[in-house]
């Protein structure tokens, strides 16, 4: 073999034993991707604008379906109709912004007002299903009539000398 043959070698293996010292030890995941393998990438949320970073959005989301009796995209964006991709991040959707005033109304309420209502032993919390209640919108709440016996004009109580009526 000549010199230059026997160097141009060297070189090569000497050019491959870096990049092979540099790779992870067998079984471990490549980087970015999840320590239990699965073949993907962590997934990372964007533009998350009321809720925290390390939300369950899988979750959330789902309760939010289900609290409005709705689907995602009633909230998101459709699927992109050429490669049936999903932007679940995008903005298009006015519903998005609504959205998202609807969570902060729900914490403020929350956070602010029922956390200090006094003389309350368990504390309250309301959610999007409090008043949707599976609706997409919310119906207007119409009290049932009264009962009789269950307020003003009721029976007196048991003893009671019977209230006087009215021109007596």
Do not use: W
Not at 18 to 45: E, H, I, T
Not at 103 to 122: S, W
């Amino acid at each position: 073999m000549t010199r230059s043959v026997r160097t141009l070698l060297l070189a090569l293996c000497a050019g491959l034993v870096v990049p092979l010292s540099a790779q992870p030890p067998a079984g471990a995941p490549p980087a970015g991707m999840p320590p239990g393998g699965g073949g993907r990438p962590a997934y990372k949320p964007q533009n998350l604008k009321v809720l925290p970073q390390d939300a369950d959005l899988r979750t959330i989301m789902r309760g939010f379906t289900g609290a409005l009796g709705v689907d995602c995209e009633f909230c998101h964006a459709a699927a992109d109709p050429v490669t049936h991709r999903e932007d679940r991040a995008s903005d298009a959707n006015p519903m998005k912004d609504t959205a998202r005033y609807m969570i902060r109304m729900t914490d403020d309420l929350n956070t602010k007002y029922l956390a200090a209502v006094p003389n309350v032993e368990e504390k309250a919390t309301i959610g999007c299903g409090t008043c949707h209640r599976g609706e997409m919108t919310p119906s207007i709440f119409v009290p049932p009539p009264r009962q009789p016996g269950n307020g003003p004009g009721g029976p007196p109580p048991a003893g009671a000398p019977p209230a006087p009526r009215p021109g007596n």
